[in-house]
């Protein structure tokens, strides 16, 4: 499109006072000879508003910078229809954070007009990406439990299609086995209603249920899912355009515990999921010979919290060791029933279950470290109790409950030591073992099978759960329009689980409606824009199809990258990766950066003010600077800084055509990666640091100091740090100098 540039210069908020407005519109009308520049008190107001919409009408205005505050705040007020914006921050990040009139404090504001202009004129209106398939909304869920039918009943009552797919003959999962449970309002255990919520879905005329089924097959891409049911020995296929996994947990294998939880040395030793199971139909009974009890201890974290086995706590079994003594206690009032546990964990209002529980007579030993003796069917409990300061002994016990925790069914990777067996034996029980290990992995491996060039399941963080971060992000996994839900998730309660499947089917839902008209999902939400590739100067590296943390590339026989443009999240890191830099956006591109560094003006080093770029991550390090901006704190007033849609978007083009500006330095805010990452696509700040170990031989080919470079980990939170980490870097900047390719 043929650009008609106008600028709007706000002087609202303080602008106005502490900025020569007329000098700074020469920069538009002088340097840019920019056709229409205007001020006014207030742009965000309905007059100001319509100031531009008049000459977007009038003048025909389609490509607008507007010079006020910061573009995270009044986007709707500034949201006009077929025209490129670009919003110039000279509110937070400029009048907010420096001082008023000052000259630095004006340069700043100039050069940041100079950077905004330059970047509109690279940009080009996105067009929404329009496959030539129809875009399917309906929704698959993969699990008939609890989770997996509470979102499909959800996704139905919303109004969407809903395909069902259970791999047990019968819907209902681990509940199935459950014959009481404890929710709202934790006042006392209530009759499990399970098969209620299995009538309502297998009778909903918009859920199709396929129970004894498997997915064989899943191609495609949000909005484009192709999936492969087998069921009942003939396949049949559904187009998706999401899908939900809700396939659910299993228990902790027993047999892995230590020794002294004595599981195996007796029947009477039992875990909470085989207690359920036992006692569902029958009354509860000592397992050895069906004799009522008398005595019951119900012992927690048996293999949890512990890096032997489960390192994590496994939410739920508390509250489960309650309901399960209620349950011994309400069959036989006179009954003695302990718990021993670490930390009891009833959080919420399942407090209240708790407090019955003690007024039920239940007894509390908390220790660390119990020890199960084991004489036939005898059974005794050893416990350090920690509040009376002395050892505890349980006798004549009828059953002993251990509490194994939850494992996803995404679990994979079984352990392959074996313990020393006697002589004959020992490869028999390899053999046995080997074949246990195959099978167990085609079981739990077998979901999705994706025909992704990554790999046929959802990539995992430690502990085996999907990659679906807690905090800044639930429900989203490494593949677009994946979503996971329930205790295939992370361990937790069946009211936790029905609240988590209802926001994961809502992810589902905005997804296939912001497909179906081209827009990016979470975390750049209504995104038009989409990665083009100009294929001529590929040279088959793979960097995008590796790099790319959602799996938006396959490649084809010649290594070609064969993009799938709905599993795009527009991060941008493709773009960084691409060492031909091949791929762009039309409103985001290594061109259009490169030019925002060249319009920066570079001070001739006897005027002593030195020039310091700052490439931040829009999701975290750019709200964090604004922030500081709103609480008045003073930053340098010698740095620039352009928001990237990612860290990992980072092409090292930009740091080498900054230091041959003469620009003194460069730094660089991202998020936390690793295990415990803030990094919105997850990969990216990993990805730039990662590169940017490469930038020594730049640096050297320069012959500068490495120091000129630095990467900072910048969570939203830590905006009172900012000012600090500048003017540190400032002085690192003038202890090695002015960069001695100024005036080049």
């Known amino acids: 499109?043929?650009?008609?540039?106008?600028?709007?210069?706000?002087?609202?908020?303080?602008?106005?006072?502490?900025?020569?407005?007329?000098?700074?519109?020469?920069?538009?009308?002088?340097?840019?000879?920019?056709?229409?520049?205007?001020?006014?008190?207030?742009?965000?107001?309905?007059?100001?508003?319509?100031?531009?919409?008049?000459?977007?009408?009038?003048?025909?205005?389609?490509?607008?910078?507007?010079?006020?505050?910061?573009?995270?705040?009044?986007?709707?007020?500034?949201?006009?229809?077929?025209?490129?914006?670009?919003?110039?921050?000279?509110?937070?990040?400029?009048?907010?954070?420096?001082?008023?009139?000052?000259?630095?404090?004006?340069?700043?504001?100039?050069?940041?007009?100079?950077?905004?202009?330059?970047?509109?004129?690279?940009?080009?209106?996105?067009?929404?990406?329009?496959?030539?398939?129809?875009?399917?909304?309906?929704?698959?869920?993969?699990?008939?439990?609890?989770?997996?039918?509470?979102?499909?009943?959800?996704?139905?009552?919303?109004?969407?299609?809903?395909?069902?797919?259970?791999?047990?003959?019968?819907?209902?999962?681990?509940?199935?086995?459950?014959?009481?449970?404890?929710?709202?309002?934790?006042?006392?255990?209530?009759?499990?209603?399970?098969?209620?919520?299995?009538?309502?879905?297998?009778?909903?005329?918009?859920?199709?249920?396929?129970?004894?089924?498997?997915?064989?097959?899943?191609?495609?891409?949000?909005?484009?899912?192709?999936?492969?049911?087998?069921?009942?020995?003939?396949?049949?296929?559904?187009?998706?355009?999401?899908?939900?996994?809700?396939?659910?947990?299993?228990?902790?294998?027993?047999?892995?515990?230590?020794?002294?939880?004595?599981?195996?040395?007796?029947?009477?030793?039992?875990?909470?999921?085989?207690?359920?199971?036992?006692?569902?139909?029958?009354?509860?009974?000592?397992?050895?010979?069906?004799?009522?009890?008398?005595?019951?201890?119900?012992?927690?974290?048996?293999?949890?919290?512990?890096?032997?086995?489960?390192?994590?706590?496994?939410?739920?079994?508390?509250?489960?060791?309650?309901?399960?003594?209620?349950?011994?206690?309400?069959?036989?009032p006179d009954a003695n029933v302990y718990v021993v546990y670490k930390e009891l964990r009833t959080p919420g209002q399942a407090e209240d279950f708790y407090r019955k529980a003690q007024e039920d007579g239940i007894t509390f030993i908390r220790c660390q470290d119990p020890e199960v003796k084991a004489s036939g069917n005898q059974l005794t409990v050893e416990a350090d109790d920690e509040l009376l300061g002395e050892k505890v002994v349980l006798e004549d016990l009828d059953m002993v409950v251990l509490a194994t925790g939850m494992v996803p069914v995404t679990a994979f990777g079984p352990d392959f030591s074996m313990e020393e067996t006697e002589e004959g034996e020992e490869e028999k029980k390899k053999e046995e073992e080997e074949e246990d290990i195959i099978a167990d992995i085609i079981r739990r491996s077998d979901i999705l099978n994706l025909e992704y060039r990554q790999g046929p399941e959802l990539p995992a963080l430690r502990n085996d759960f999907p990659d679906s971060h807690f905090i800044c992000f639930p429900y989203e996994t490494r593949r677009t329009g994946i979503y996971a839900a329930g205790c295939v998730r992370r361990p937790m309660s069946t009211a936790t689980a029905m609240e988590d499947a209802t926001g994961a089917i809502m992810k589902a839902i905005q997804c296939v409606e912001l497909t179906s008209r081209g827009a990016a999902v979470h975390p750049r939400v209504g995104d038009l824009s989409f990665p083009e590739l100009f294929m001529q100067r590929c040279t088959q590296c793979k960097r995008c199809t590796m790099e790319c943390p959602f799996g938006a590339y396959n490649e084809d026989e010649k290594a070609n990258p064969l993009p799938n443009p709905t599993r795009c999240r527009r991060c941008g890191i493709c773009m960084g990766s691409c060492p031909e830099r091949i791929i762009s956006f039309k409103n985001y591109s290594v061109d259009m950066i490169g030019s925002m560094i060249k319009a920066i003006e570079v001070p001739e080093e006897d005027e002593e003010k030195p020039r310091v770029l700052m490439l931040v991550c829009e999701n975290d390090a750019y709200p964090a600077l604004d922030m500081t901006g709103l609480k008045r704190m003073e930053l340098s007033p010698y740095i620039r800084v352009i928001p990237l849609r990612c860290l990992g978007s980072i092409n090292l083009v930009w740091i080498a055509d900054a230091l041959s500006k003469g620009i003194d330095g460069i730094i660089l805010f991202g998020c936390r990666p690793g295990d415990d990452y803030q990094c919105h696509f997850i990969t990216g700040s990993e990805l730039a640091q990662y590169r940017l170990a490469k930038i020594a031989e730049t640096l050297d080919r320069l012959v500068l100091e490495s120091e000129r470079v630095r990467v900072e980990e910048i969570a939203i939170i830590d905006w009172e740090r900012i000012p600090e980490i500048v003017e540190e870097f400032m002085e690192t900047i003038e202890e090695v100098g002015p960069n001695p390719y100024k005036g080049w």
């Open 1 to 332: 499109m043929e650009h008609k540039v106008a600028v709007y210069i706000c002087t609202g908020c303080g602008i106005g006072d502490a900025l020569d407005i007329e000098e700074l519109g020469k920069v538009a009308t002088s340097e840019n000879s920019v056709p229409i520049c205007k001020t006014h008190p207030n742009l965000c107001s309905q007059e100001g508003v319509e100031l531009i919409k008049s000459d977007i009408a009038g003048e025909g205005a389609n490509t607008l910078a507007i010079a006020a505050c910061s573009p995270r705040v009044m986007y709707d007020a500034f949201d006009f229809e077929n025209c490129i914006v670009d919003r110039v921050n000279i509110r937070e990040q400029v009048v907010w954070c420096q001082k008023p009139n000052d000259e630095d404090t004006q340069m700043m504001a100039e050069d940041y007009l100079r950077m905004s202009l330059a970047k509109v004129e690279k940009m080009e209106l996105p067009e929404p990406y329009q496959p030539e398939q129809e875009v399917s909304k309906n929704i698959l869920v993969v699990g008939g439990g609890l989770s997996g039918m509470t979102s499909a009943l959800e996704g139905a009552k919303a109004g969407y299609s809903v395909v069902l797919v259970e791999k047990e003959a019968q819907l209902g999962g681990f509940q199935n086995n459950v014959k009481q449970k404890v929710t709202f309002p934790y006042k006392d255990v209530q009759d499990n209603d399970i098969d209620n919520l299995i009538a309502a879905v297998t009778g909903h005329d918009k859920i199709a249920v396929y129970t004894g089924a498997n997915i064989e097959k899943t191609s495609g891409a949000p909005g484009l899912f192709d999936v492969s049911i087998k069921a009942n020995g003939s396949t049949v296929d559904h187009k998706v355009g999401a899908i939900v996994l809700a396939a659910g947990w299993k228990p902790y294998d027993p047999t892995k515990l230590d020794e002294k939880l004595a599981f195996g040395a007796s029947d009477n030793v039992i875990t909470n999921a085989m207690f359920e199971e036992m006692f569902k139909e029958e009354k509860i009974a000592r397992p050895s010979d069906k004799q009522d009890v008398k005595n019951a201890a119900f012992l927690q974290c048996a293999g949890q919290r512990d890096p032997n086995h489960l390192p994590y706590c496994s939410s739920i079994c508390c509250l489960t060791a309650l309901r399960q003594a209620c349950q011994v206690k309400a069959q036989n």
